[in-house]
């Protein structure tokens, strides 16, 4: 057994327990939007917070529910239907969103995942809830950190940190899951006690899934795991990375940062966490790459002999005095923005069209404008020019107008609160406010 990992007998929390806990982080009033999709986990985080409500404890606090139809199971309609009805019982505005886009062939569950959070941010702020709450349990963090380990991942140190207890999606509403330490066993149990039943959903039988096929693994396995303090090392190794950062990192222009080479001689760990995001965030990528790859880039910078590396489209430049990090300025699509429209662009800049003739942006190449401090190295300063962007206006006669502001890919989607503390500094070295704006005082 890891030394992350404790078992559920010390740990697991009662459904009733985890509800109130919750309820008491809140900063009241609030407004807490429940992602129900009829089964037993998330019926039974309605029902327990429900019920903490009912206790009149908490009287400023709304509950409102949601159920997405991802349009792909001809079963789903009824099964909000049903939902809906359970939440009128029960005095509790209920919402049904459909996903009516394009499905792509491959990647469905991803594609469902992204499309069911976006359908649930946008109800969000049509209702002005403060929270969504989603109920994902103990065994579904089982299940995660057992695939990832299966993968090849780093589920079993400080890097890997399974299902976050919060996220923040889209830099617009945070997702708490408080259910988080609960048991499935539990939560049935606590349903059937209630007398309130739930759907089942065929797919959870399905053995074509990944999950399915470990939950099955699992069930044969010794008692259950949970990975209880992961959190807690995430969150010290973020807050470690935020002081490196701090003490050796500057970004110039949004699109070129030096390392000062003392910076190495830190912890392996908090390196490799820092380097990643920077990587991810100067390449524009969602996700850093991994661990190893990030421990040979320290190798090359501690063996001292200045060259380059490319890693993640992002050009390490090693020179005397400090490690340069740029985008590499090839493979760069361009992006077309009609007047008024926003987009953005190699996941590194969110750009808006304010003109009135439709534009492009493109890598600079050879244009790129002069925006750099005059005394760093040129090479470094002509590579980070050349992958700038350059707006080009399709109407000859038109200069374009642009807003523009940098976007941190891997944060801007999908922020856990482990990573909050190295985010928010990030963040403000790039020139944007910090993230810490939320309705609970747990965070
Ligand atoms: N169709 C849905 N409508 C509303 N909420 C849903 C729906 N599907 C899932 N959820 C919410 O998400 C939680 C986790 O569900 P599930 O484990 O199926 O999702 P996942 O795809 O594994 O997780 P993730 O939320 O990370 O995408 C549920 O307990 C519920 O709160």
């Known amino acids: 057994m890891s030394d992350v990992a404790v078992t559920a007998a010390a740990t697991a ?36 917070l429900a019920e903490q409500l009912n206790s009149s404890l908490h009287s400023k606090v709304t509950l409102s529910a949601v159920t997405i139809d991802h ?42 995942r992204e499309a069911r959070y976006e359908l649930m941010a946008d109800l969000a702020g049509e209702i002005s809830a403060d929270v969504i709450v989603t109920a994902h349990t103990a065994d579904d963090q089982r299940e995660t950190l057992a695939m990832r380990r299966a993968r090849g991942g780093k589920a079993k140190d400080e890097g890997g940190t399974g299902i976050a207890d919060a996220m923040l ?28 039943s739930w759907l089942e959903d065929p797919s959870n039988e399905d053995t074509r899934y990944e999950r399915v096929r470990t939950r099955m693994h699992l069930a044969v396995q010794p008692p259950l795991v949970l990975a209880a303090n992961i959190g807690a090392k995430r969150t010290a190794l973020a807050e470690k990375a935020a002081t ?5 990192v500057t970004v110039h222009a949004e699109a070129l940062c030096d390392i000062r080479r003392a910076a190495f001689s830190a912890d392996p760990a908090v390196i490799a966490y820092a380097l990643s995001y920077l990587t991810a965030v100067f390449g ?25 590396r490319t890693v993640g489209g992002v050009v390490f430049d090693l020179r005397r005095e400090a490690l340069f990090l740029m985008r590499e300025s090839r493979n760069i699509e ?17 750009v808006t069209n304010q ?39 399709n109407d000859a006669g038109v200069a374009p107008i642009v807003a523009v502001a940098p976007y941190l890919a891997p944060f801007d989607r999908f922020l856990t609160r482990f990573d909050l503390m190295f985010a928010d500094r990030l963040s403000i070295a790039f020139g944007r406010q910090a993230y810490r704006r939320l309705p609970l005082s747990v965070l």
Not at 15 to 27: D, G, I, M, Q
Request: glycine share 12%; with cysteine; aromatic share 8%.
């Open 71 to 112: 349009g792909l199971r001809a079963g789903a309609a009824d099964e909000a239907l049903k939902v809906a009805a359970l939440c009128a019982q029960r005095g509790i505005s209920h919402f049904t969103r459909r996903w009516d886009g394009d499905k792509p062939k491959s990647g469905i569950m991803a594609a469902a």
């Open 284 to 308: 524009g990528g969602a996700y850093g790459p991994g661990r190893k790859q990030m421990e040979r880039v320290r190798d090359f910078v501690n063996a001292g002999i200045p060259g380059r």
């Open 334 to 350: 361009p992006l077309a923005l009609a007047p008024g429209a926003a987009g953005v662009w190699d996941g590194r800049f969110e």
């Open 169 to 196: 999606f889209d830099r617009r509403i945070w997702i708490v899951r408080p259910f988080l330490s609960c048991t499935r066993a539990d939560i049935r149990a606590y349903l059937e006690e209630y007398g309130v």
């Open 13 to 48: 929390l009662a459904p009733e327990a985890a509800a109130a806990e919750f309820l008491r982080s809140l900063v009241k009033p609030a407004h807490i939007l429940v992602a129900i999709s009829g089964g037993s986990d998330s019926t039974g985080l309605l029902i327990a």
């Open 355 to 393: 003109g009135l003739a439709p534009i492009c942006v493109k890598a600079s190449g050879m244009d790129g404008a002069q925006v750099f401090p005059p005394n760093l190295p040129r090479g470094a300063v002509q590579r980070a020019r050349a992958a700038m962007p350059l707006f080009v206006s």
């Open 244 to 248: 490196w950062l701090d003490e050796h």
